[in-house]
């Protein structure tokens, strides 16, 4: 079966830096999606990797490993607008997107 | 921010009744998609569009239908409307079906008592 497992919650520090980790396994693959969703908002775009490697954005970087099955989402100088769910979702061989169940992120000043 | 709107935001309604969720977009995008968001579950697909009058069936289609009579409009209806049918609704658009990020709607919160 199809299936993507990132944590449930961390807890990190204003001004710090996190990692938000991705495992997953699809029918095919065509790529790994980062959105972020604040609590009550629709989700939004953050990153796309499907090449293997880091790709940065700003205090955003995403990082995908195929052989692995295996992404990352650093963010880093931590600000409290960061407190939202991150949702890490991969693109089967139908183009169809997997998404995982989401990381609540709690940053604390 | 893309222009996809979605009503009503918030409905409550009683088991056994239908009910029919509507998701308006602006940007001309191809494709359309409703997906039900859950605690503890990812985003689910429910039904999807790629095209004026052509749908197509997602992971958790059975109970729901679509229409897309306009390139604008996407329908979600909910036949008999039954308390395992209470969430979110997002409806989400995309240019492409293949390496195009999907913009979503602001979601309904459906509750079926």
């Known amino acids: 079966g199809q299936n993507i497992d990132q944590p449930t919650e961390m807890t990190a520090t204003e001004g710090a830096i996190v990692q938000i980790n991705c495992t997953y396994q699809t029918s095919g693959f065509n790529g790994l999606f980062w959105y972020q969703q604040h609590a009550g908002e629709a989700p939004t775009f953050l990153s796309y990797n499907v090449l293997d490697g880091l790709e940065e954005k700003g205090r955003f970087s995403s990082f995908l490993s195929r052989s692995k099955g295996y992404s990352y989402l650093l963010l880093k100088e931590l600000q409290m607008k960061d407190s939202a769910s991150y949702l890490c979702?991969?693109?089967?061989?139908?183009?169809?997107?997997?998404w995982g169940a989401g990381t609540k992120l709690i940053i604390k000043p | 921010d893309a222009g996809i709107t979605q009503s009503p935001r918030h409905k409550v309604t009683e088991t056994g009744t239908p009910v029919t969720l509507r998701c308006h977009q602006t940007e001309n995008h191809r494709y359309m998609y409703w997906y039900r968001q859950d605690p503890g579950h990812g985003l689910r697909l429910i039904h999807y569009s790629y095209g004026v009058k052509d749908t197509d069936k997602g992971e958790v289609s059975d109970g729901y239908s679509v229409s897309r009579s306009k390139t604008e409009d996407f329908l979600l209806t909910l036949e008999s409307a039954t308390s395992s049918q209470t969430s979110v609704y997002f409806c989400?658009?995309?240019?492409?079906?293949?390496?195009?990020?999907?913009?979503f709607g602001p979601g309904t919160r459906l509750t079926v008592l």
């Open positions: 979702a991969a693109m089967d061989s139908n183009y169809q997107l997997i």
């Open positions: 989400a658009i995309s240019e492409g079906y293949d390496y195009n990020e999907q913009f």
